[in-house]
């Protein structure tokens, strides 16, 4: 609670700080249409009583007042709604939602990509800034309206007292409005599962990558049932909760329709019974009938209200997320050079809501300006070693040290700008070449002669050089650019990978996949070289995983993984003679190469 009122309460301050005279005049309009209100109900009350008098001054004069009075509510109302609605927009699109955008990249870790609470949460936050700002305004604009009520209550209790019992008859419709909003909050928390599955799904189904798959397997039609499902569910959930919240107003408003009819009915018969005048009557119609239009329109604006509690959880929850995140990420800078090496000790790792371990109790050194490969069959644990490595996910148990520093304190930041990775998944950057190429660091991504050294560090300067604009050449069919190849695709991920002059710590995981033998063995034998430079200059550890032993017998040293542990560990020798596992797939490989037969660890 203490925590809602103090987000509303930061972001009025920010409201000012983005524009004070506007925020200024919001404000000074609430207060002026409330006292114009005040006015035209003292207004209406002097005009009856006058025309009983029949005083013609006094009643021109009230209804003078009275017509200038109301005039400055609506008028003023309008202009006040246009103001709010301009601030929350901007405060909204170009604050909040930046942050709420800040957040999400600044978490410094992968894991909460894979956290469904997370991703429901930002579900429900993505893009409602201006729900948010609007809702704080709205909070002061109900505020407004429930005091006009109170000031209409106590014109009605001074015709007579038992009308203030009419404020009775409007908590029904206040209390059951909630009703709706509350469940339509749980019916899309409930639902946002289900809202990604389908995206997920629809962007399968219009991915061009995904599309020859599809194609050749006939799954759309299953796919797109699936898309269909889904939607329906949502859909289903969140329509039960609108019909629950329909009938509950419904209610609502009928009991107080019932007390505001009671009431008149009790006025008329008092000036039946001649105990009222026609101008209690009169005054008693006009405002027990604003008073049912005043209830509509602040329980109207508790809507936005409603609106802006339901993301504003979820903003909290991800702020607090992204704080827990970020203390994780403040330490120690890295290390100039890398003198001893990388250390994991007893490492272990499950990802989230899985029941068994990725890497279990892996104890092994990495020493520095070596170049390590690890293998291991499919799922043995070789990209989640190289995701703990650089920091991207927590150790469940267990440490890396970096020259005897835990990696947990140093400044993840300042690590992962001392790594260059390259992986199996790499970015496929739809942008220029320059830049699909020049964020390999951030810091020189116009530096046109470093990426130029990058595209010939991978092999990859031809392909830029057949392209019709060289570097500033669009990529991307789909937005009008030329679409690579796969292997073309991958040699720009290498050189994006090679942007980081001298990295501490170098991965390329399956780096070559996509490429044919001649043009994995020409990069392996570039990157070698690339990798003793490294090396020489910050005692660099390069660290390939790959399925193709052939390419990895010139490592320092090989480490085999099975099933999340390390089974076997030495240089390429060493391992041949302990004829295991290693030498057993190697001679396997050498035997299919020769057949033309891919084999491996599996
Ligand atoms: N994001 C994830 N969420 C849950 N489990 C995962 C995730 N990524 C990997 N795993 C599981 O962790 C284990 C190790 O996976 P990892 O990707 O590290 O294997 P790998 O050796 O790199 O496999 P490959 O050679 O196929 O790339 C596997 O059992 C895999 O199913």
């Known amino acids: 609670m203490r925590q809602r009122f103090e987000a509303w309460l930061e972001i009025f301050r920010r409201s000012w700080r983005l524009d004070r005279r506007m925020s200024a005049s919001v404000l000074g309009l609430l207060v002026l249409t409330n006292a114009a209100f005040l006015t035209g109900g003292l207004a209406l009350r002097a005009l009856v009583n006058a025309a009983i008098d029949r005083d013609l001054r006094a009643v021109l004069l009230a209804a003078g007042l009275a017509a200038v009075a109301w005039a400055v509510v609506d008028i003023g109302f309008l202009v006040e709604q246009e103001l709010r609605m301009d601030i929350s927009d901007r405060l909204g699109m170009f604050d909040l939602d930046e942050e709420i955008q800040r957040l999400v990249a600044g978490i410094p870790t992968l894991d909460h990509l894979e956290n469904p609470q997370y991703l429901d949460r930002l579900e429900l936050v993505r893009g409602q800034g201006s729900v948010l700002v609007q809702a704080c305004w709205a909070l002061l604009y109900s505020a407004s309206n429930f005091l006009r009520v109170l000031i209409t209550l106590v014109l009605l209790g001074s015709v007579h007292p038992a009308l203030f019992g009419l404020a009775l008859f409007a908590l029904p419709p206040l209390i059951l409005k909630r009703v709706g909003p509350a469940r339509a909050r749980k019916a899309q928390l409930a639902a946002a599962e289900t809202a990604r599955l389908e995206r997920h799904l629809f962007g399968l189904l219009t991915d061009p990558r995904a599309a020859p798959e599809l194609r050749i397997t006939g799954s759309e039609a299953a796919l797109a049932r699936q898309v269909e499902d889904a939607w329906r569910t949502e859909g289903a959930i969140e329509t039960r909760a609108r019909y629950i919240g329909a009938a509950a107003t419904a209610l609502g408003w009928t009991l107080f329709m019932v007390g505001y009819v009671a009431g008149l009915f009790y006025v008329v018969y008092l000036v039946a019974r001649g105990e009222r005048t026609i101008g209690d009557l009169v005054l008693a119609v006009a405002l027990a009938g604003q008073l049912r239009s005043q209830f509509e329109q602040a329980i109207s604006q508790t809507a936005p209200l409603f609106a802006g509690i339901a993301a504003l959880e979820p903003f909290l929850w991800l702020r607090r997320y992204a704080e827990r995140k970020a203390e994780g990420g403040i330490g120690g800078p890295a290390p100039d050079r890398l003198d001893g090496g990388v250390r994991l000790q007893d490492l272990t790792f499950r990802y989230p809501g899985q029941d068994r371990d990725a890497l279990s109790g892996v104890t092994l050194d990495l020493p520095a300006g070596r170049v390590v490969a690890v293998v291991g069959e499919h799922g043995s644990g070789k990209t989640t070693m190289v995701k703990l490595l650089t920091g991207l996910y927590q150790p469940s148990s267990g440490t890396i040290r970096v020259d ?9 930041t300042a690590w992962r700008a001392a790594c260059a990775a390259v992986f199996q998944d790499f970015g496929r950057y739809r942008t220029t070449v320059r830049s ?4 390999g660091d951030a810091g020189r991504m116009d530096d046109r002669a470093r990426i130029s050294a990058a595209l010939a560090a991978a092999n990859a300067s031809a392909i830029v050089e057949a392209l019709p604009h060289g ?20 040699r720009v991920g290498l050189a994006r990978g090679a942007m980081r002059e001298h990295p501490l710590l170098l ?3 399956e780096p070559t996949a996509a490429l044919d033998a001649t043009s994995e063995y020409e990069v392996f034998q570039a990157q070698h ?43 390429h020798a060493t ?6 596992r290693y030498a057993e797939t190697f001679r396997l490989q050498q035997e ?7 084999v491996n660890l599996d």
Not at 471 to 490: A, K, M, P, Y
Not at 575 to 580: D, F, P, Q, S, T
Not at 592 to 598: E, L, S, T, Y
């Open 404 to 412: 005897d520093v835990p990696l947990g304190e140093l400044d993840l």
């Open 436 to 439: 699909a190429v020049g964020v």
């Open 471 to 490: 570097l500033d050449t669009r990529l991307g069919q789909e937005f009008g650019g030329v679409e690579l190849s796969e292997g073309q695709w991958q």
């Open 507 to 509: 991965v390329l995981d």
């Open 529 to 571: 070289d690339i990798s003793r430079a490294h090396a020489a200059a910050r005692g660099t550890i390069t660290l390939i995983v790959t399925h193709r032993f052939s390419t990895i017998a010139m490592a320092d040293l090989i480490v085999v993984l099975h099933d999340g542990r390390v089974v076997e560990q030495g240089d």
């Open 575 to 580: 391992l041949m003679r302990a004829n295991g």
């Open 592 to 598: 299919a190469g020769a057949a033309g037969v891919g």
